[in-house]
């Protein structure tokens, strides 16, 4: 069996410029990584399926779970013979704006790379990504990057400032093509990305929180009145900075002192099954 991390993901910025002729969403949004992570137990299997394990129930086990189609994709890319068993083990929680699916793909996309001996690089990886989920590609690297394009294009950044981390997510999934389809373009505050670009340029903390947005916000804040009532809290709370992680419904809140964290989290356990207390992570994943 061999095993590979899979971590989240928090959008430090997320913009959205215009709609496409493709009716995908033309986005610009700096994204990195952190200290939580699902592991992925890969096992070769001589009758060529794809089968699924997985700890959470919630988890689909056949071809719309993205880890299978990663695993279908490098069978049918490279006529591989071969079937896989993906034992996924969830910490990252289901449809929360923090990619686990995408992360859960990439890792096994980066698996079989190791276990079928295939020699591909991270940026081939990435490509066949791109295929399956806008932020496969990203998570294939990791670390910290500028996303444009439809999320598939990106420019790796160094780590940002190192903070702690405090990510809640309320009892309700979140829909992002229904986020998408609800927001109006015109109506948007932009999120300044060439200055968080700066402030992790030149590792400022307080420009990094200052230059926090997500455009995504107005939509899923009018659907989920829960997730507004999180911010405010997480904020009264006492962290530095607090933003809506991609279309919702998790909420993350920054701070640099860790005798600031547990009041934080203990205060969010009162309402909030799903907390995490965790570290950025900001650098890019091995190749496997």
Not at 243 to 248: A, T
Request: with cysteine; glycine share 10%.
């Amino acid at each position: 069996m061999l095993y590979v991390k899979a971590p989240a993901k928090i959008n430090l910025t997320l913009d959205v410029l215009y709609k496409r002729p493709d009716n995908y969403h033309e986005v610009e949004m700096i994204m990195t990584t952190v200290d939580l992570a699902d592991r992925i137990g890969l096992e070769v299997r001589k009758d060529g399926l794809i089968h699924i394990n997985s700890s959470n129930g919630f988890i689909p086990s056949d071809n719309r779970n993205l880890a299978y189609q990663a695993a279908q994709l490098i069978k049918d890319t490279y006529g591989i013979q071969e079937g896989v068993t993906i034992t996924i083990d969830k910490e990252i929680p289901i449809a929360a704006g923090l990619a686990g699916g995408s992360s859960d793909a990439a890792a096994t996309l980066k698996g079989l790379n190791e276990l079928w001996n295939l020699n591909l690089s991270n940026d081939t990886l990435a490509e066949l990504g791109a295929k399956i989920g806008s932020d496969v590609s990203f998570c294939v690297y990791g670390g910290t990057a500028l996303a444009t394009g439809r999320g598939e294009i990106i420019q790796k950044l160094p780590a940002p400032p190192t903070c702690w981390v405090v990510l809640a997510k309320p009892k309700i999934g979140v829909s992002t093509a229904q986020v998408y389809g609800g927001l109006k373009i015109e109506e948007v505050e932009h999120p300044n990305t060439k200055q968080m670009l700066a402030a992790i340029d030149t590792n400022d903390y307080d420009l990094m929180c200052a230059s926090l947005g997500n455009v995504l916000e107005s939509v899923t804040f009018k659907l989920h009145p829960e997730v507004v009532m999180i911010k405010e809290q997480m904020k009264r709370f006492g962290a530095d900075a607090v933003l809506m992680s991609g279309s919702g419904p998790t909420v993350f809140g920054l701070v640099d002192h860790e005798s600031r964290l547990s009041r934080i989290y203990n205060g969010l356990r009162g309402f909030c099954d799903e907390v995490f207390a965790v570290r950025l992570l900001g650098e890019r994943n091995p190749l496997a």
